[in-house]
């Protein structure tokens, strides 16, 4: 604990690139770009299915194939791809090649939870409720973005928390590829048998993930309708979106 | 990756032993954690039942555990218990508990009230009744937690490679070793083998389901 608090106080670790504030502020660009980049992919393939009710089952295989790979192996199988391939892009390796396999897997990874929470969010909805939207005339696009997107908004919002933990569980792995954010500290702090550094990067990792975790929850209850909020206590899942069989993304 | 081939089968031929002895050490940090994580969870389901209030409570515990990424769970123990395996199958065991303990206490809660009614006229006992009645009816909402439980495990498996050092770590032990010397061959084998195990783990585990809930089949082909 000494370690800690020598490590945790030391000016020095509080600027510069190696620095705490630099570090986390490159794991929190990297995993929000992922989870954009994801979103772009992602959302509109998950609005399709949903709405239309095709593709389901693709989408689901997605879902769980996805989740059987381990977020450590992919982005270590890109890595060699990457080297072989970044010349022939007129890329030069040596320019810190690590982020591109790093931040591709961030990217696979937020797909599956992103994807799922908007089809099964949408297919949620009562299909009653959107036929009679359908037959009061209301338009395709109208039923989407005025009907279903809000009512499919808390287990929409529940996919991008499980999406943005992974990307940031993934991303603390990236250090292993001197990929930087927090998980350097832990990856250096073994490395240089420095256990107040390991421990720096355990707190504040740990504590990033809790936060963003928290903040997306409380997100997905002022986002939900007033109509689907529960009127009591009566749900014992504090958590939220955490309904028994529904697809979550794996700890990784 | 002077001139080799990307993927060297000779290699992988030449170590097939190497390939059953990750094998064997993956499966290990597979069971154990797994049966721990049951014990924990099927404890803190039963007390659910007679104390409704605690399912907040360790719902949120679990959660905070299963939140914290993977990469500092097992880094945080290993200047505590080193290169031993609890440094592995400790965070192994926390990651199961918010899966496992959400499905056992959702499949107990799936057991229709008459049924309760029913089993309390027939004069069972609240052990009997959990036994005859609310376990077995709560398998296939187990099962599907045991099954995401046990895919989940096998993936955190090779990020425990990291920390592991050459003792632990399975499968991902090669893809460790494939980076470290630069060798894509092990990488892949690594990599290949994980996903491949959580299939196959997968599909014994719906097996075993189906073996459970003989009655469940008929519904089943209903869809």
Redesign the interface.
């Known amino acids: 604990m000494d370690a800690l608090v020598t490590f945790a106080t030391d000016a020095a670790n509080w600027s510069g690139t190696n620095g705490i504030p630099t570090r986390l502020v490159e794991h929190l660009m990297l995993a929000l770009a992922a989870v954009g980049v994801a979103t772009v992919i992602a959302l509109p393939a998950g609005l399709y299915i949903g709405h239309t009710g095709r593709g389901q089952l693709l989408g689901i295989n997605l879902a769980n194939i996805g989740?059987?790979?381990?977020?450590?192996?992919?982005m270590?199988?890109i890595?060699?791809l990457a080297?072989?391939w970044a010349p022939t892009f007129g890329y030069d390796p040596r320019l810190g090649l690590s982020v591109i396999p790093i931040f591709l897997a961030m990217v696979l990874l937020a797909i599956p939870p992103i994807l799922v929470a908007a089809f099964s969010g949408l297919r949620e909805v009562d299909r009653d409720l959107v036929e009679s939207a359908r037959g009061m005339g209301m338009q395709e696009r109208q039923i989407l973005l005025g009907i279903e997107i809000p009512l499919a908004m808390p287990i929409l919002v529940g996919g991008y928390r499980t999406a943005m933990?992974q990307v940031?569980?993934t991303a603390?792995?990236g250090?292993?590829?001197d990929g930087g954010g927090l998980?350097q500290f832990?990856?250096d702090?073994?490395a240089r048998r420095d256990?107040g550094m390991?421990?720096t990067?355990?707190i504040l990792?740990?504590t990033l993930?809790?936060g963003v975790?928290v903040g997306m929850s409380w997100l997905q209850r002022r986002l939900t309708p007033r109509s689907l909020r529960p009127g009591g206590t009566a749900r014992?899942?504090?958590?939220g979106a955490?309904e028994?069989?529904a697809a979550?993304g794996?700890?990784? | 990756m002077n001139g080799r081939p990307f993927i060297d089968w000779d290699w992988i031929l030449a170590h097939l032993d190497d390939v059953v002895e990750k094998l064997g050490q993956h499966l290990m940090l597979l069971f154990i954690p797994m049966v721990a994580g049951f014990v924990i969870s099927m404890a803190l389901a039963i007390l659910a039942l007679r104390r409704p209030g605690t399912v907040g409570p360790v719902t949120l515990a679990t959660g905070l555990l299963y939140t914290i990424p993977s990469l500092a769970a097992f880094a945080v123990l290993r200047p505590i218990f080193g290169l031993s395996l609890w440094t592995a199958v400790i965070p192994l065991t926390t990651y199961t508990l918010l899966i496992l303990y959400r499905n056992i206490v959702a499949g107990f809660r799936a057991v229709p009230p008459e049924i309760h009614e029913a089993a309390l006229g027939m004069g069972y006992t609240p052990r009997t009744r959990l036994l005859r009645v609310e376990l077995p009816l709560a398998v296939p909402l187990i099962m599907a937690g045991v099954r995401l439980a046990a895919v989940t495990t096998i993936g955190l498996v090779t990020i425990a490679a990291v920390i592991g050092a050459d003792k632990f770590g399975g499968f991902g032990q090669f893809i460790t070793e494939g980076q470290q010397t630069s060798f894509p061959t092990k990488i892949y084998l690594g990599g290949v083998l994980s996903v491949l195990l959580a299939f196959t783990v997968d599909g014994v585990l719906v097996l075993v389901e189906r073996w459970l809930t003989p009655w469940a089949r008929v519904r089943a082909a209903r869809g």
């Open positions: 989740r059987a790979i381990p977020s450590y192996a992919v270590v199988m890595l060699p080297l072989a933990l940031i569980a603390t792995i250090a292993i590829l998980g832990i990856v702090g073994i256990d390991l421990y990067g355990v990792v740990a993930a809790i975790d014992s899942d504090p958590a955490l028994p069989t979550q794996s700890a990784a």
